[in-house]
């Protein structure tokens, strides 16, 4: 997909000079800058984080504020339903992204390119634009505070039919289709047997973006979920932060470290592959 | 797997298979019988396999949007029974000053977040098309502002902009020059909240924007080189023509991207986050929304604003399609 059209000539770039290293540097430094400094006001007391000059370096007190944000805050009850959220939200996306991504990729039917336009076309519909009834159905359902509400609307996602789409247009050659039709195949053994061996790397790369979106998800389990019902990790840190001014910052600040460590140790270990994903989704003209 | 698929494929005799036939005949039934299910199933398939995001998006997308729809047409508290306004909610929405200041405050941010966003990705991405060592370290560390929350960047950059004791006040302070007004000053918060969106992007971008540039031929830097263009004229000669389409598919992502901000300027704000700071120079047309339904209580006003939303978005869509289409006359009319 990425590879494969590119012509021989293409993409031999020329040597970085000692500025590109200078402003690559700056660029990182930019990046991980906050991140560091949210450790540094992890490892503090609150009172300390609000004096000027703010900390710099890390303190003794990193131990502590973990303590206070599981156990009075219950930053592990929002982990765990992060945690379950994210991971049904991503298999569900995967798999029903590929079945429909193959269809679309593969098969002949009526409306095949009108419902696929369509299917681009709702990835430009803001999620405003239904929270409204959808909070009524939620409360109506008694539904509100339970995860159901959050992982129900996110089952599957345009961006993931689309993802799988195209990679499988160029990855799945058709008579692997039409042999295995032959052979006396039906449908769902094709995908068994066919379509998710060819997909998988697809597959992996997409279930890696939807969980760190599911993850990250604000705007709906903000109105979805309360804090002080069963939060995800992002409406738990918005309880935290949006409260009155004897916020203990330092608390607020080791709750947000929670909700990142975890996504940034994915990105460390499969950081390539969640590269490779980003610019294979979204190059294809 | 492959036991159980085969048995239901060659089936079990069906109750209403014709028991008079002769035997030979049979076996032609279910062959018959088997072509028919072949071509039920090659038809039936495709329509299976999308029905779920069919689905989903009906129940959970379509729905709820003409039907927020038919709510902004009433007056709804929350809990109570709509009642009949007709196009009342949006004449009161033009005569808002609040709806107004949102509008104008969504696209003052969106300017200022996306523009130098892009740039800086097109840069970046131009920086990291070299041979470079360690190429994979810096395109994960460009990267890993995307894999934080909304959350916890806007709770973490609150504390770096705080105007009395955050860290970039401190160092404007170490560089000679005076404190800014981070939060309550109308073009200061709105810079704030920018850069919280710049950093949390320009990552992802960038790496968009590397992949594109290394798919452009290198043939044409060499003609580029031949000719005696310097690396700048290059860059943008051939690299910015050449990726174009992808320039294109940045811009329009982060446009419906920065028309639903929400999050960030919330929680900069803390306490007065919903209504986007003490004189909401900061509140955005989705604070505005939560602000009306959730506040408020008046469920038929967001859900106008809703609307007011989408009708922005079709306005966009439609003026690209113009552009696109003045573009295309007019290459048509040059060729």
């Known amino acids: 997909m990425r590879t494969k059209t590119r012509p021989s000539s293409a993409g031999r770039p020329l040597h970085a000079g000692p500025l590109t290293y200078v402003l690559l540097g700056v660029a990182t430094l930019v990046s991980l800058f906050p991140l560091y400094w949210n450790v540094v006001a992890a490892s503090h007391s609150g009172k300390r984080v609000v004096t000027a000059p703010a900390p710099l370096l890390p303190g003794p007190k990193l131990l502590d504020n973990l303590s206070y944000a599981w156990n009075q805050v219950d930053m592990g009850e929002a982990l765990i339903n992060t945690t379950i959220v994210a991971s049904l939200v991503a298999v569900s996306t995967v798999l029903f992204a590929t079945l429909a991504g193959f269809a679309f990729a593969k098969l002949p039917f009526k409306g095949r390119s009108m419902l696929l336009a369509l299917v681009v076309a709702t990835m430009t519909i803001p999620p405003q634009l239904s929270v409204i009834p959808l909070y009524q159905i939620v409360t109506d359902l008694g539904w509100v505070d339970q995860l159901q509400s959050v992982v129900l609307p996110s089952l599957v996602a345009a961006f993931g039919v689309f993802f799988m789409r195209q990679f499988l247009v160029e990855a799945l050659p058709v008579e692997l289709v039409e042999a295995a039709r032959v052979d006396g195949a039906h449908s769902l053994r094709i995908v068994w047997h066919v379509v998710f061996p060819v997909a998988r790397p697809a597959m992996a790369v997409l279930g890696m973006l939807v969980f760190v979106q599911a993850w990250n998800d604000f705007f709906w389990p903000f109105i979805a979920l309360t804090p002080e019902g069963s939060?995800?990790?992002?409406?738990?840190?918005?309880?935290?932060?949006?409260?009155?001014?004897?916020?203990?910052?330092?608390?607020?600040?080791t709750g947000a470290l929670l909700s990142t460590v975890p996504l940034l140790l994915v990105f460390a270990f499969l950081g390539k592959h969640i590269v490779g994903g980003i610019t294979a989704g979204a190059v294809k003209n | 797997m492959a036991t159980s698929v085969s048995a239901r494929d060659g089936g079990p005799p069906s109750p209403d298979a014709p028991p008079s036939r002769p035997r030979?005949?049979?076996?032609?039934?279910?062959?018959?019988?088997?072509?028919?299910?072949?071509?039920w199933d090659v038809k039936a398939a495709p329509y299976l396999f999308v029905s779920p995001f069919f689905l989903t998006f009906a129940a959970f997308g379509l729905f709820p949007l003409l039907y927020t729809g038919w709510l902004s047409l009433n007056r709804v508290e929350l809990g109570g029974d709509p009642q009949w306004k007709g196009l009342e909610n949006y004449?009161?929405?033009?005569?808002?000053?609040?709806?107004?200041n949102a509008l104008l405050n969504t696209f003052t941010i969106g300017v200022i977040s996306t523009v130098p966003q892009l740039m800086m990705a097109l840069g970046l991405a131009q920086l990291l098309n070299t041979k470079l060592r360690g190429r994979g370290f810096f395109r994960v560390a460009v990267l890993a502002p995307y894999a934080t929350s909304i959350a916890a960047a806007t709770l973490v950059f609150a504390q770096l902009f705080n105007t009395d004791y955050g860290l970039i006040n401190s160092a404007l302070g170490w560089a000679g020059l005076g404190p800014v007004d981070w939060e309550s000053s109308k073009w200061p918060a709105q810079i704030a909240i920018s850069v919280i969106v710049i950093w949390r992007w320009t990552g992802y971008n960038a790496l968009i924007y590397l992949a594109a540039m290394q798919a452009v031929p290198h043939d044409l830097y060499e003609a580029a080189a031949l000719d005696g263009a310097t690396r700048w004229r290059q860059f943008v000669s051939v690299t910015i023509p050449s990726i174009r389409p992808t320039i294109l598919f940045t811009i329009v992502v982060s446009t419906i991207g920065s028309t639903q901000l929400f999050g960030e300027p919330m929680l900069y704000g803390g306490s007065l986050g919903i209504s986007g700071g003490s004189g909401n120079q900061y509140q955005t047309l989705s604070l505005l929304m939560y602000e009306k339904g959730w506040v408020t209580g008046a469920l038929g006003q967001a859900s106008a604003i809703a609307w007011?939303?989408?009708?922005?978005?079709?306005?966009?869509?439609a003026g690209r399609v113009l552009v696109a289409r003045a573009r295309a006359r007019r290459t048509k009319l040059e060729g």
């Open chain 1, 231 to 253: 939060p995800t990790l992002q409406v738990a840190l918005a309880g935290l932060g949006a409260g009155n001014h004897t916020v203990d910052h330092a608390v607020v600040l």
């Open chain 2, 24 to 39: 030979p005949a049979r076996s032609e039934d279910a062959a018959r019988r088997r072509g028919r299910l072949h071509r």
């Open chain 2, 91 to 100: 004449t009161d929405l033009a005569t808002s000053e609040f709806f107004w």
């Open chain 2, 308 to 317: 007011v939303m989408l009708l922005l978005l079709l306005l966009l869509g």
